[in-house]
């Protein structure tokens, strides 16, 4: 078991997000799957004492797609194409979840993605399935690539 890399800025792994979720992914090769251990401050609410819904849905967004680097191909670097989310019961804050991710169909250029964030019980809150896509090179030079490679890296304990 591995952890996967973070970014510095990003909402959901951002080390120097302020306001982020800072999670670390583990890859868990011999299940195939990546997971993380999360706990979301309340401050994430929509109703009071329960996760919002787009936080839900970026969180299971981020670990489906994290499922195409679980070989170590940290420059796996998919965008979500599309992404369906089930939501079946509500997600509490200040409560431990589990959240998964595995790949359904993998390719290089395009994945069938999933994931589904439970309680420590098992019992599974929500879910996705998702199309990753490669993007085109023209995006990496959009995105500052090059220089924001050097803070893409597995965060120390």
Same mark, same amino acid.
């Given at each position: 078991?591995?952890?996967?890399?973070?970014?510095?800025?990003?909402?959901?792994?951002?080390?120097?997000?302020?306001?982020?979720?800072?999670?670390?992914?583990?890859?868990?090769?011999? #299940?195939? @799957?990546? /997971?993380?251990?999360?706990?979301?401050?309340?401050?994430?609410?929509?109703?009071?004492?329960?996760?919002? %819904? +787009?936080?839900?849905?970026?969180?299971?967004?981020?670990?489906?797609?994290?499922?195409?680097?679980?070989?170590?191909?940290?420059?796996?670097?998919?965008?979500?194409?599309?992404? #369906?989310? @089930?939501? /079946?019961?509500?997600?509490?804050?200040?409560?431990?979840?589990?959240?998964?991710?595995?790949?359904?169909? %993998? +390719?290089?250029?395009?994945?069938?993605?999933?994931?589904?964030?439970?309680?420590?019980?098992?019992?599974?809150?929500?879910?996705?399935?998702?199309?990753?896509?490669?993007?085109?090179?023209?995006?990496?030079?959009?995105?500052?690539?090059?220089?924001?490679?050097?803070?893409?890296?597995?965060?120390?304990?």
């Amino acid at each position: 078991m591995n952890k996967q890399p973070v970014s510095r800025t990003c909402f959901l792994c951002g080390r120097e997000n302020n306001i982020g979720l800072k999670m670390v992914w583990f890859n868990h090769p011999e #299940e195939g @799957k990546v /997971r993380a251990v999360l706990e979301i401050p309340e401050h994430f609410n929509g109703y009071p004492g329960f996760v919002h %819904g +787009g936080i839900v849905a970026a969180i299971l967004d981020e670990t489906s797609g994290r499922a195409i680097m679980i070989d170590g191909g940290n420059d796996r670097l998919f965008v979500t194409a599309s992404l #369906e989310v @089930k939501y /079946r019961h509500p997600v509490p804050t200040n409560t431990t979840l589990t959240v998964t991710g595995w790949v359904i169909k %993998g +390719g290089s250029m395009r994945a069938k993605v999933a994931a589904e964030i439970c309680l420590e019980d098992g019992k599974c809150l929500a879910s996705c399935k998702a199309t990753i896509l490669r993007p085109p090179q023209e995006y990496y030079e959009l995105w500052n690539w090059q220089q924001e490679k050097e803070h893409w890296k597995v965060p120390e304990d």
